[in-house]
């Protein structure tokens, strides 16, 4: 069965970077493009960014850019987000999410942002 | 951005009653190829969104056929024709037509 599995999350300070991992499995994860979702303490659902399925092609939300980078590994079928000058809003559960029109979520990994 | 409004913030139900939750988007969903690219979402306490309805109506693998999607346009619903405890959770509609993907706030479905 599709299971996504999101990693590296953890409390890091204002301006610090941390990067996640989403582990793939039960499914050709070179034929999905991919999303990370990021849903803060008590809110609703911010979509972050994408990536195509062979890594060509990228969007960011304003909130992120410049600052976040979405990357894959298709021969280890991983998705990245690299996250560099991370701010207290940034605090928030980050989900990876499949496909163009995302259809299945993992778990999440909960990023903490704060001195 | 296309800003999508839910209504209501939230539905007190009584179990094996229907609940309706609509779904507003600032502009069309219509995809260029014709396509309504619009989702509904449900996220039970403590997991992760689940997917239920995608392109308005299509109910997605192992979904309950009491979950229902309509609309068009700028205007959708989600109807749950007899809510049970298990239905209980925040549901979000979800628009995929044009980046950035947008969500709508959220609509709370608990148990009178």
């Known amino acids: 069965q599709v299971q996504l599995v999101a990693s590296g999350g953890g409390v890091v300070q204002p301006g610090g970077s941390l990067r996640l991992s989403c582990a793939a499995s039960?499914?050709?994860?070179?034929?999905?493009?991919m999303h990370w979702v990021r849903q803060a303490p008590g809110k609703g659902l911010e979509w972050v960014t994408f990536i195509q399925y062979d890594g060509s092609t990228d969007f960011y939300a304003d909130s992120v850019k410049g600052r976040f980078t979405i990357s894959r590994d298709n021969s280890k079928n991983t998705l990245f987000l690299q996250m560099n000058s991370l701010r207290p809003d940034d605090t928030a559960v980050y989900y990876c999410a499949r496909n163009r029109n995302p259809d299945f979520w993992g778990q999440g990994t909960l990023v903490t942002v704060s001195s | 951005d296309i800003v999508m409004t839910q209504t209501p913030l939230s539905s007190p139900v009584t179990l094996g009653q229907p609940a309706s939750i609509s779904c507003r988007s600032s502009q069309s969903l219509v995809h260029t190829d014709g396509n309504t690219y619009l989702s509904w979402l449900q996220q039970r306490p403590g997991q992760p969104p689940r997917l239920l309805i995608y392109?308005?109506?299509y109910r997605f693998s192992g979904v309950p056929d009491r979950f229902s999607g309509s609309g068009a346009g700028t205007d959708f619903t989600l109807k749950i024709s007899r809510v049970e405890a298990e239905d209980v959770g925040v549901y979000y509609c979800m628009q995929t037509t044009r980046f950035p993907l947008t969500f709508g706030g959220g609509t709370k479905v608990e148990i009178k």
């Open positions: 392109k308005i109506s």
């Open positions: 039960g499914f050709t994860f070179n034929s999905y493009a």
